[in-house]
């Protein structure tokens, strides 16, 4: 795990477009994985930035969604489709059919869920994924409790959950109970998991992913696990890591030639 600490949100962001940037111009039709909420906002703005100057294209690749609200009407504005769509997908020349998410208005929730595992594996896999982290330390919507090897399932959210989402909805009351997530499993079957937090009310999960125990009270804490994980915080995210300084130094002192 490679912790890179930014002086703000803003630099923040510049790190986790420059991975997606990167990987859309060196690889062939690339599989990225997005993440919703206000975390990756700023860099989906950058890298619609670069499309809008020519820079960048998303023409060959396919775009994959972390998760989707069980229970709203097809294109609402908050489901997780409609708003990777408006903050990127339809703002950038990404193939409107290469833009994947779990099929949460069938009738077999359970049967769109191995389905949608399947789909992650005929594409070849996540190259890399955007991920967020919740107060509690879940990433996607898998709340604490759940199985650090779990698969793309139906997930029911916690209070916390739902009261940190409130913001986008009218009223606490029209915020779903359930979601489809992918899996801390399928998460990390991705090859390269980019997580970025800031503001001090990250802090505190980050530094329970980071550098606490890995244990299903905190889902995050699976990264540890993982060969190639990049996470990107701002000062005040970063305040209660006890190696703060380990990660600033070994960062500075990184290898031109060697990649995040």
Known sequence: MEVVITVDEGAAARVVAGIVERLLRTTDQPVLGLATGSSPLASYRMLVEAHLAGELSF???????????????P?????YRAFIRHHLADRVDLVPDRLHGPDVWTDD????????????????????????I??????????????????????????????????FFGSLDEVPRHV???GLGTISDARHLVLVACGSGKAAPVEAAVEGPVTASCPASVL????????????????????????RETYAGKPSWQEL
Do not use: M, W
């Open 109 to 132: 929730l359970a049967a769109a869920c191995v389905a949608y595992d399947r789909l992650l594996d005929e594409l070849g896999g996540v190259d890399v994924q955007v991920l967020g």
């Open 134 to 167: 919740g107060s509690d330390g879940h990433i996607g919507f898998n709340e604490p409790g759940s199985s650090l090897r779990s698969r793309t399932r139906v997930k029911t959210l916690t209070s916390t959950t739902r009261a940190d989402n409130a913001r």
């Open 75 to 79: 294109g609402h504005p908050q489901g």
């Open 224 to 247: 540890q696990l993982h060969p190639h994980v990049t996470v990107v915080v701002d000062e005040a995210a970063a305040a209660k890591l006890a190696n703060a300084a380990y990660y």
């Open 59 to 73: 023409a060959g690749a396919s775009a994959v969604l972390l998760d989707e609200y069980v229970g709203l009407p």
């Open 180 to 182: 489809v997530t992918q």
